[in-house]
Structure formats: structure tokens, C-alpha cells
């Protein structure tokens, strides 16, 4: 089984594949790396409201 899938034994299978980030990948591990467990990136728009909430 090991032979038709083209893996060493002992070798994980993350290790199998690994392919380049995109970009949108690379601006999560960027904003995660300025605020490591914040949540800023998910936010997409601005909100302005007016009068009392």
C-alpha cells in the first residue's frame, strides 16, 4: 500500500504534499503574527451608526 502512494514509511502525511501559500493565506499568518489570537482580520467592514444604540 505504502508503494502505490508514492510515501515513505515513518513520513507523516502532512509532509506528503506541500504546496506555496496564496496570498489571502499569507495575510492571515501576517495578521496573526502582528496580533497573535486576535480576531481583527475577520472584520471586512466599517460601521458608522448614528445616534444611540
Do not use: C, K, N
Not at 8 to 16: K, N, R, T
Not at 22 to 40: I, K, M, T, Y
Amino acid at each position: 500500500m505504502i508503494e502505490r502512494e508514492g510515501r515513505q514509511p515513518g513520513m507523516a502525511y502532512s509532509e506528503a504534499f506541500l504546496f506555496p501559500t496564496s496570498f489571502a493565506q499569507q495575510r492571515l499568518w501576517f495578521f496573526e503574527q502582528l496580533h497573535p489570537g486576535s480576531a481583527v482580520y475577520h472584520l471586512s467592514t466599517v460601521l458608522t451608526f448614528d445616534g444611540s444604540l
